[in-house]
């Protein structure tokens, strides 16, 4: 699909100071996007630190696809500025946030299932050996390099000429990030890596998160569950319905708050509302109205 924008910049927000020791990779100020007359994002300004984790909170359709398909180049924004190193730039592909570190692992991993692990590693990039025209593939060194970084992203796999397609979902993700982080990522977007997976694999995912955060990388974390992204997040970011309705570091936020914000209490007192005119659901079992409204902040007292 292509699209053609022009784009329109907003207002330029005062200069605040970072907040870690390094100023962020990427910064969206004020950003949002509109395909045709949706606007899909809006206003929203968001920072990605190196070796911090940043997470994307937010139900379907609240923009967080829109958001990184924005920083990983496959969109552009049409309001309000995007900076990558503090200098504001326009990407046309994902080739040129590819170009600035920006990697991105979509949950629809883009790898050949029948072609072993060490093969995938290097798809696209693979190493040669041999001078032209006789280059051919360096088979042994690619086998050597994709065995060498899994192990120190602490990933062992029993056999490197498996299929791809053999590894469970988070032994895929897995592999991807390790090969985001050998190819010199900055920036690590990871859309909703742990959707699809139980809860073991989910931590096997969150682990890899931490260990790319660990090397430096900057993590941008999308994902629907609040617990998942208070177990490895620094900061988190919901969005609502295309606007960013919290911004807050994990010492401004407890998982309760988040999980709140997650779950939109208003909206789900409301959808009690409905479930009780449908027969066979058992309302009872759910919390009662004001719970689900009452501010988090004053649900217990101070210790
Ligand atoms: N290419 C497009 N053209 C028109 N509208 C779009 C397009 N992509 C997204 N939208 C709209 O923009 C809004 C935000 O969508 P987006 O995919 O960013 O949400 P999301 O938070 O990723 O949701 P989900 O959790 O379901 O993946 C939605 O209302 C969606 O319908
Ligand atoms: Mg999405």
Aim: aromatic share 4%.
């Amino acid at each position: 699909m292509t699209t053609n924008e022009s784009g329109t910049h907003g207002a330029i927000l005062p200069d605040v100071a970072p907040e870690g020791e390094d100023g962020p990779i990427v910064e969206l100020r004020n950003a949002g996007k509109a395909y045709g007359n949706i606007r899909a994002l809006h206003g929203v300004s968001l920072k990605v630190f190196p070796s911090q984790v940043t997470c994307v909170l937010g139900d379907n359709g609240a923009g967080k696809s829109t958001l990184i398909k924005i920083i990983s180049g496959l969109h552009q924004h049409t309001e309000g500025e995007f900076l990558v190193d503090g200098t504001p730039v326009r990407f046309s592909t994902p080739r040129d946030a590819l170009d600035k570190g920006i990697a991105t692992v979509y949950q629809d991993l883009a790898v050949v299932p029948l072609m072993p692990v060490w093969r995938n590693f290097f798809l696209g990039s693979e190493m040669t050996k041999g001078p032209w025209p006789l280059r051919r593939l360096d088979i042994e060194k690619m086998k050597q390099t994709a065995d060498q970084e899994l192990r120190n992203m602490g990933i062992v796999l029993d056999n490197l000429e498996q299929p791809i397609g053999t590894l469970s979902g988070g032994q895929r993700q897995c592999v991807a990030i390790a090969r985001a982080v050998y190819f010199g990522a900055r920036v690590l977007i990871l859309d909703e890596p742990t959707a699809a997976l139980g809860v073991k694999q989910s931590g096997v995912v969150l682990k890899y998160i931490a260990a790319a955060r660990d090397r430096g990388l900057g993590v941008i974390f999308i994902t629907h569950n609040p617990h998942h992204a208070y177990m490895v997040g620094d900061h988190f970011s919901v969005l609502r319905l295309g606007t960013m309705e919290l911004s807050a570091s994990r010492s401004e936020v407890s998982l309760e708050e988040l999980t709140n914000h997650m779950a939109g209490g208003a909206e789900l007192a409301a959808l009690k509302h409905e479930l009780a005119q449908v027969r066979g659901v058992d309302v009872e079992e759910l919390p009662e109205e004001e719970d689900l409204t009452a501010p988090v902040a004053s649900s217990e007292g101070a210790a």
